[in-house]
């Protein structure tokens, strides 16, 4: 895949920051995104208390990973700590999202893993999604009493995280209405986790 510009990776913070809210991943101001040019040490993040359906690309402010702002003019998500201290970790990732979708906030609430239940979703997120707040090498974590952190090679594979958690919790919840839910088996999620990262799609 061709790597973003920085003026398109702007539109595609926006574009995908407008798609959360469309989506009721995120309510009023809450929430942020961040994405950066691989290899590069600063990214572009999401403006504090700016409503999702108002920002515009040079809204976005860019902040190197130290937390210095370099360019614009509004101050940077009151989260931008947490996305700097996960690129400063994880060089392979370049996109942070932070949603407060509903059905998973739910589970960050009573502090409860969302269960593998879904074989897609159960094998993008490798698993499980935690309730310790804590995302070591895992694509996607709940913040507990607070919302969903999801992250990416790019930001369309964060984006992706972000739905499928929201997704998984989901069916999860209404399942458990149902019975117990079975959990998809581990050598399931392995080998679907290889397939949709390594095969699937076009390449």
């Not at 403006?47 to 702002?69: C, E, I, K």
């Not at 370099?70 to 392979?92: C, Q």
């Not at 919302?147 to 989901?170: C, K, N, P, Q, S």
Request: hydrophobic residues 45%; aromatic residues 4%.
């Amino acid at each position: 895949m061709k790597a973003l510009t920085a003026a398109s990776l702007r539109r595609r913070i926006v574009d995908v920051a407008q798609r959360l809210r469309a989506q009721e991943l995120v309510v009023g101001t809450s929430g942020n995104v961040s994405a950066r040019e691989p290899g590069r040490n600063d990214c572009w993040i999401t403006p504090s208390g700016v409503a999702f359906d108002r920002l515009q690309p040079n809204d976005l402010v860019l902040v190197d990973l130290d937390g210095q702002v370099r360019d614009g003019t509004l101050t940077p998500s009151s989260d931008t700590a947490v996305h700097l201290a996960i690129y400063r970790s994880r060089p392979e990732v370049d996109a942070v999202i932070h949603t407060h979708s509903p059905y998973a906030t739910a589970f960050a609430v009573v502090q409860l893993d969302i269960p593998p239940v879904l074989v897609e979703a159960a094998g993008f997120l490798g698993g499980s999604v935690r309730s310790d707040g804590t995302i070591g090498r895992d694509r996607a974590v709940l913040l507990p009493n607070h919302g969903v952190l999801a992250v990416g090679e790019t930001i369309d594979a964060a984006l992706a995280a972000a739905v499928m958690v929201e997704h998984m919790a989901r069916v999860a919840f209404l399942a458990s209405l149902l019975g117990e839910p079975h959990h998809v088996p581990k050598t399931e999620i392995e080998r679907m986790h290889a397939f949709l990262h390594t095969e699937y799609g076009q390449r």
